[in-house]
């Protein structure tokens, strides 16, 4: 079993539509679970973290994490083109070491 | 705003050559990361250090990488001798300690022929 598993994409959404990217793991006692964004080319970019159980919202992004089903979301509302990515989720394992998914390509179709 | 800063942006090498890459990470960030992205898949890390020591290097290929912090700030990864299969982005991240948010560099894309 992977350490950190999401959707394999690619996910094509309208845009105006909500994007919902999904990331479960495998480590029960991860703490820390971080959304990064990655344009074609370029490195990934930090979006959102999350530490506790719920809902956070920064602007359009909302991160739901759910440690008792080792679960953690990303939703994307008002998907703009500019949102166009590959998404990686990650997790802190063993308090201290950072394992990413393979990431979920977003495509939104103007 | 702070960021991370990496040299050389882009390098394509001769298998068996030597190839350097420099990382300076966010001024104040203890934790310095270098890692390893192939094309489809999510970084992974090679290296990870706290202030000058190294805090877990099991996935680095030792018979042939190499990374120093000497003075806690900045930082080099060597690859020498350069084989086909290490072409990939080399990333480097830093955190302000461990298990906190993880800023990235712009990366360096290798290429090795």
């Known amino acids: 079993q992977k350490e950190v598993e999401q959707n394999s994409g690619p996910l094509s959404v309208p845009e105006g539509a909500i994007a919902s990217l999904n990331c479960t793991y495998s480590d029960r006692v991860s703490q820390s679970f971080f959304w990064y964004r990655q344009y074609s080319g370029k490195s990934p970019e930090l979006i959102m973290s999350?530490?506790?159980?719920g809902d956070k919202e920064d602007g359009r992004f909302t991160a739901q994490l759910n440690k008792a089903s080792q679960y953690v979301s990303l939703l994307i509302r008002d998907s703009q083109p500019s949102d166009s990515a590959t998404y990686l989720c990650a997790v802190t394992l063993n308090d201290y070491k950072l394992s990413f998914g393979a990431g979920t390509t977003v495509t939104v179709r103007a | 705003e702070a960021e991370v800063a990496q040299s050389p942006r882009y390098k394509i090498t001769e298998k068996s050559q030597a190839v350097a890459f420099w990382c300076d990470p966010i001024?104040?960030?203890?934790?310095l990361y270098w890692y390893r992205q192939i094309l489809g898949q999510g970084p992974e890390l090679l290296v990870q250090f706290q202030d000058e020591s190294v805090v877990d290097d099991s996935q680095l290929p030792k018979d042939r990488f190499s990374a120093e912090r000497l003075k806690g700030v900045d930082s080099t990864l060597k690859i020498q001798p350069a084989e086909l299969g290490d072409s990939a982005m080399y990333l480097c991240a830093s955190s302000r300690r461990t298990a906190y948010e993880q800023y990235f560099g712009p990366g360096t894309r290798l290429t090795v022929t």
């Open positions: 999350i530490y506790s159980n």
């Open positions: 001024s104040g960030h203890a934790t």
